[in-house]
Structures are given as C-alpha cells and as structure tokens.
C-alpha cells in the first residue's frame, strides 16, 4: 500500500554535458505499475537509484506514503530493484538464494522455509529449489530474482529493464508473470524500459522520458493515441505533421484543406499529427487525401509498410496486409479526419519545413 512520489528531482554525473535527471515529479498510485518508457540514456535507471537510495540527488525529494526518504539509507527503504541480468549467488542454490534477504534480517528457519516455498509458488517455478543458478534458463533465473526481491516484502519494486536479454517468447511469458504477481501482491511497481510495446501491455501508466525530463504521463491509451506534444509524439513512433491555420472543422496547410474532428480543436496556427498505421491508401483522390507515389513496400506480416513519396518529403505509411494490393506508382495517400490528433509544438522541436513535415 505505497505511494511513491518523486519531487523536482534532479541528479548531474560529474563530467556529463547534461543532467541524468533534470526536474523530474511523478507520483505512482499504491498498488499500481507505472512505466518509465524512454530512449537510452534519458535517465530512466538513474531515477530508479535515487529512489533506492543507491545514488543521492543533487536537489529533490523521493516521498514514499508522503514522507520523505532522502535520510534513509538503501536497506532501509523497503525498495527492491531488479536488473537486466539475475546476479544470484552462483555458488548458492535457489532456495539459499531466495532465502537471502530473510537470513540477514535474522528470519527463524522455519519462517524462512515456508517463504521459499511460497516464493518459488508464486513465480511458477516448484521443485528447484536444491538447483544452483547455472542449472537454469534465462527466464527461470530472472523468476528466481523476483522471488528473492520480494521475499522480503518490500514497499517498492523496482526493475530495470528485466527482460530485455530473454527471446521473445520467454520474455512474453515472465512479462505476464511478473503482472499477475503484481496485481496479486498489489505491490507499487516501477518499471523501465525503452520498448514501447512492453510499456503498453504491461502499464497502468506510462510516464514519456527525454532528456532526464518527464514529456508527457498518462493510460497507456492516451500516451498511444493522443501524445500531446511534437516531441512525445515522435517518440510514441509518430513520424507525420501537419502545420496550418485551424478554422471551424478544417485544418488549411500550403499542401490543400484537410477536415479534423471537432474534438479539442480551436482556431489559430496548429500542428496535428498522425500515426503511421492509421494512414490509408488509395487508388482514387477523396476526402483528405494527399497524391503520393509507392517509392518502397515491405510486407511484414500482419501489415505493409510503404514508403511514399509525397511533395518533397517521405512518408512511411503502415497499412493491414493486402488492404493496398493492387496498388503500385501513383497512389492517393489518405489522413482520417477521426485519426488527425492536435500536438503542441516544443520549444526545442519546431517544424523546419513548413506546412508538412514526414519522416
Ligand atoms: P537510461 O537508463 O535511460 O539508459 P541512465 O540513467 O543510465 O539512462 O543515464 C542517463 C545519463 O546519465 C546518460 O547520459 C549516462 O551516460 C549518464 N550516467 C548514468 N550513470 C552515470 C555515472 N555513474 N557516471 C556518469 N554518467 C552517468
Ligand atoms: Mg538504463
């Protein structure tokens, strides 16, 4: 039942042209999961130190249920952080592994036995437990982590990018494991990661890192969907900008008149935006159409990916398999009204190219 609360925090490396944290408050809701989703090197890990007190900040406050920890040393904070890779103890089997943190607390035997046995229940994974690390799989030693991170009941999980060395399937699987667990638990989670996919599934709420900076935190839905700003937007894979003046229900750019849905909207300069898979393609001019040609298609799968040359500039265009067939050269590129999304412009990020910007 913790919340934890990150106040203006920020933290300089020495000899590091920028900040690693640069003003970052976030709360996190007792019993949810909030991901911390960001490119490398935006600060994602060092803000996860200064909540687990490995790292001191330089100006800031970690609260966790309102008080203040900045004074509390590591082992005392009741965080647990949890890595790419296990580091169990090779030497010692799962069960002394997991058992841990409970000897150096000064557990009775019994009690000890009793939590490893539930720990190991609970990340799916009885009957190893006389096994040495080297004995198990990628994804069962990361299973042997999380039970000896949270054998010791803490206030906090932290894990930092836990499954980004496990293939595919195993990482889908501990990625379900590890959510169950939580909900079960009910224990705060903050995780982190630099895989858009992985924050979306596994959320409550995902909060967009850029440059030691919180861009934007909301539903997983919302951050997808509608990102608010230019910047979070490209990073939420968003790659087509649209600048014009709004009036009424339209949206009047250099390249012709596209409608937008009244949603949010008001009149005046603006930039909206698309994403990539919500682009259409046809053979014929219509409604919001732009003229483009097939410079490139990629057939992956469950969807197509063109690249379309329109006016100047490129445009990648993401489409459901064989929705496009047929198509080839001179094609119509079409941007649903329900689809165009208002962003605002960051200060560092202005549009270079005018009406329309691609890529
Ligand atoms: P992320 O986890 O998002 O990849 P980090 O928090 O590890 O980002 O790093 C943020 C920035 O701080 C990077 O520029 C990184 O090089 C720098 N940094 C991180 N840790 C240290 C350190 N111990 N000493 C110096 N610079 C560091
Ligand atoms: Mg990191």
Same mark, same amino acid.
């Not at 989703?37 to 200064?50: F, H, N, T, Y």
């Not at 992985?198 to 995902?206: S, T």
């Not at 910047?231 to 250099?254: C, H, N």
């Not at 040609?293 to 489409?319: C, M, N, P």
């Given at each position: 039942? #913790?919340? @934890?609360?990150? %106040?203006? *925090?920020?933290?300089? !490396?020495?000899?590091? &042209?920028?900040?690693?944290?640069?003003?970052?408050?976030?709360?996190? &809701?007792?019993?949810?999961?909030?991901?911390?989703?960001?490119?490398?090197?935006?600060?994602?890990?060092?803000?996860?130190?200064? @909540?687990?007190?490995?790292?001191?900040?330089?100006?800031? +406050?970690?609260?966790?249920?309102?008080?203040?920890?900045?004074?509390?040393?590591?082992?005392?904070?009741?965080?647990?952080?949890?890595?790419?890779?296990?580091?169990?103890?090779?030497?010692?089997?799962?069960?002394?592994?997991?058992?841990?943190?409970?000897?150096?607390?000064?557990?009775?035997?019994?009690? @000890?036995?009793?939590?490893?046995?539930?720990?190991?229940?609970?990340?799916?994974?009885?009957?190893?437990?006389? =096994?040495?690390?080297?004995?198990?799989?990628?994804?069962?030693?990361?299973?042997?982590?999380?039970?000896?991170?949270?054998?010791?009941?803490?206030?906090?999980?932290?894990? +930092?990018?836990?499954?980004?060395?496990? +293939?595919?399937?195993?990482?889908?699987?501990?990625?379900?494991?590890?959510?169950?667990? =939580?909900?079960?638990?009910?224990?705060?989670?903050?995780?982190?990661?630099?895989?858009?996919?992985?924050?979306?599934?596994?959320?409550?709420?995902?909060?967009?890192?850029?440059?030691?900076?919180?861009?934007?935190?909301?539903?997983?839905?919302?951050?997808?969907?509608?990102?608010?700003?230019?910047?979070?937007?490209?990073?939420?894979?968003?790659?087509?900008?649209?600048?014009?003046? %709004?009036?009424?229900?339209?949206?009047? #750019?250099?390249?012709?008149?596209?409608?937008?849905?009244? &949603?949010?909207?008001?009149?005046?300069?603006?930039?909206?935006?698309?994403?990539?898979?919500?682009?259409? *393609?046809?053979?014929?001019?219509?409604?919001?159409?732009?003229?483009?040609?097939?410079?490139?298609?990629?057939?992956?799968?469950?969807?197509?990916? !063109?690249?379309?040359?329109?006016?100047?500039? #490129?445009?990648?265009?993401?489409?459901?398999?064989?929705?496009?067939?047929?198509?080839?050269? =001179?094609?119509? %590129?079409?941007?649903?009204?329900?689809?165009?999304?208002?962003?605002? +412009?960051?200060?560092?990020?202005?549009?270079?190219?005018?009406?329309?910007? !691609?890529?």
């Amino acid at each position: 039942m #913790t919340q @934890i609360e990150l %106040v203006e *925090l920020h933290k300089s !490396y020495p000899r590091q &042209e920028h900040p690693a944290v640069a003003g970052v408050s976030l709360n996190v &809701e007792p019993h949810t999961l909030l991901a911390l989703l960001g490119p490398s090197g935006s600060g994602k890990s060092s803000i996860l130190k200064l @909540i687990a007190g490995i790292e001191p900040p330089d100006a800031g +406050d970690v609260r966790l249920d309102g008080q203040s920890v900045r004074d509390v040393p590591a082992h005392r904070r009741g965080a647990v952080l949890m890595f790419q890779k296990a580091y169990l103890f090779p030497f010692l089997s799962v069960a002394e592994n997991i058992a841990f943190g409970l000897r150096v607390q000064g557990a009775r035997r019994t009690t @000890i036995r009793a939590e490893v046995t539930r720990m190991l229940d609970l990340v799916e994974l009885p009957g190893i437990a006389a =096994q040495r690390p080297a004995q198990l799989s990628g994804g069962e030693q990361q299973r042997v982590a999380l039970a000896r991170a949270l054998v010791v009941r803490p206030r906090v999980l932290l894990l +930092d990018e836990p499954f980004s060395s496990l +293939d595919a399937a195993v990482r889908q699987t501990l990625q379900e494991a590890v959510r169950r667990i =939580q909900r079960e638990l009910g224990i705060t989670t903050i995780l982190v990661t630099h895989d858009r996919s992985e924050a979306m599934a596994l959320a409550d709420r995902v909060a967009l890192l850029d440059r030691g900076a919180v861009l934007a935190a909301d539903t997983p839905r919302e951050l997808f969907l509608r990102p608010p700003t230019r910047r979070a937007a490209r990073l939420m894979g968003v790659a087509t900008f649209l600048r014009g003046e %709004v009036a009424g229900a339209s949206l009047q #750019t250099s390249l012709g008149t596209f409608a937008i849905c009244a &949603e949010r909207r008001r009149d005046g300069p603006a930039t909206y935006a698309i994403r990539p898979e919500h682009l259409r *393609l046809c053979g014929e001019p219509g409604r919001n159409t732009l003229p483009a040609r097939i410079l490139a298609h990629t057939f992956r799968g469950e969807q197509s990916e !063109y690249l379309l040359q329109v006016g100047d500039q #490129t445009l990648r265009a993401r489409v459901p398999a064989s929705s496009a067939d047929g198509l080839a050269g =001179q094609v119509f %590129v079409q941007l649903p009204p329900a689809h165009l999304f208002p962003v605002c +412009d960051d200060a560092s990020d202005t549009d270079p190219k005018g009406a329309c910007e !691609y890529a």
